[in-house]
């Protein structure tokens, strides 16, 4: 972790994760109620997930805008220390998979994939950022993939899936930039979680090197150390779960 501060491991008292009925969102709010967090605001689409005494479940469509801002409104007394977007699509649900060459673009395809890996991300931002107190920390991160790296890329291919992370890399640090000059104790960050034992991998498994896939239990451990270790001086960059930063 040699890019991340080295503070103490800690948690917030409240934090919220959005997609929590996924792999990794779900481990999420395990590992944050096991660290202490008093209160998880736990949203997926059907508002169910993860059960437990901290958990506050909430609904939300990461297409509908509304829906978001609605969930931010609920918060706005008492805003969450971390917020965490959970979100994201490598296959959609028709089975369409990412494209391995340019000759099959489709901009149907390409627009949805945009609207789950990026467009939704950003709307969480805009609703969630504007209740942050102040003179206190906080931290806002949502799941990237080192695959969004432009200088990184040495395979091509996986076009709409690189571009849409790509661009939410981009997002991230604008709202950094912006945050820092009216709340400069906030992170802004991405988290690579690598390759996690999840729906949204299984398709791609077969193959992998040994102990290349990590369970969705142990990546949420890893990317929380991460996030307890993180100082305003790494905000608007992108992490992967070991700590160290994913090139732009």
Known sequence: MDDVGQSA????????VFGASGGIGAALCAGLAARGCEVIHA??????????????????DLTDESSIAAAAQAMRDDPPGWVIAATGVLTLADGT????????????????????NTIGPALIAKHMLPLMPRGQGFTFAALSARVGSISDNGLGGWHSYRASKAALNMLLRNFALEMARTHPDGVVVGLHPGTVDSALSEPFQ???PEGQLTAPQDAAANLLDVLARLTPAQSGRVFDFRGDEVPA
């Open 206 to 208: 077969s193959g992998l």
């Open 97 to 116: 998979g990412p494209e391995r060459t340019y000759k099959r673009l489709d901009p149907a395809v390409m627009a949805e994939v945009f609207a789950l």
């Open 9 to 16: 491991a800690r948690v917030p008292r409240s934090a919220a």
């Open 43 to 60: 949203g997926s689409r059907r508002g169910e997930g993860p059960q437990g005494p901290a958990i506050r479940p909430f609904a939300f």
